[in-house]
């Protein structure tokens, strides 16, 4: 089960069910919506998992215009259900205009889904997408801190407010990261970090990042070069493409000389980055 779409009314929607599982023995179908179990109502494939580990689940399932029960006695880890893949409507999308995008420098006439903007907490903990954390709200942040969604993987880019801004392109939602991150690092939620290398705009923010051991994933440049002059972020975009990469190997070297996957954790009153 893959999904982390989270339908209009609410629940998970069956697209398949193996016979002689343990969701054909209760009944279920394809196109059955799930809409709560045990009597707690289900927002989307992650409520499912945290509230399907009992051995014996009641559900409650719409079929067309009619609601009815069933009852789900686990036999194992395996259900015997799929839920439906995520609509990009469900997705919930980003709202930064980062100078880099690579959304936005992605030719025409390719397959839609490629166009989408995600910036979904449910997503980077269940697929390892990356999310800027800028558009959270505090029910969503302590639904992370609930349901224990570890790990999550956050593109920082930089920790300096304003240069963060900047960088996203100034997004009206302007939040500073590191208190985001440290609450949730607190709360046992392990990040995975990466940066965008972005030259004379982040480079000393990169290798700071690096010294303190935040960034998890190597920073890379940006995968084209535009050539629209109107673009605020032209001047680097110009560079050679040479030169992006040999700034690449540098912070790869730099990187090696920190093995491990570092980690955002804390100890007592102090937030420090793991190993």
Known sequence: MTSCAEP???????????ERSPAARAGLRSGDRIVAINGARLRDVIDFHFHAGLARLRLSVERGE?????????TGP?????????RPG???????KCVFCFIHQLPRGMRKSLYVKDDDFRLSFLHGNYITLTDLDDAELARIEEQRL?????????TDPDLRHRLLGQPR???????????LAKAGI???AQIVLVPDWNAEQANDLLAKRMVHEPAMPPRHVRRDRTDPAHNFLQLRRGELFDQRRIVRQQRHQHRGAPTLATRGKRTVIND
């Not at 209009?8 to 193996?18: F, H, L, M, N």
């Not at 395996?78 to 995520?86: H, I």
């Open 173 to 183: 939602m302007r939040r500073e990261i590191l208190p985001v991150m440290e609450r």
């Open 90 to 96: 469900d997705i919930d999308t980003c709202s930064n």
């Open 190 to 192: 392990v990040m995975h």
């Open 8 to 18: 209009g009314p609410g629940g998970v929607v069956v697209a398949a069910v193996r």
């Open 78 to 86: 395996d259900l015997g259900l799929e839920l439906e893949a995520p």
């Open 66 to 74: 009619r609601t009815r029960r069933a009852v789900l006695r686990r």
């Open 150 to 158: 570890s790990p999550l993987y956050v593109s920082v880019h930089a």
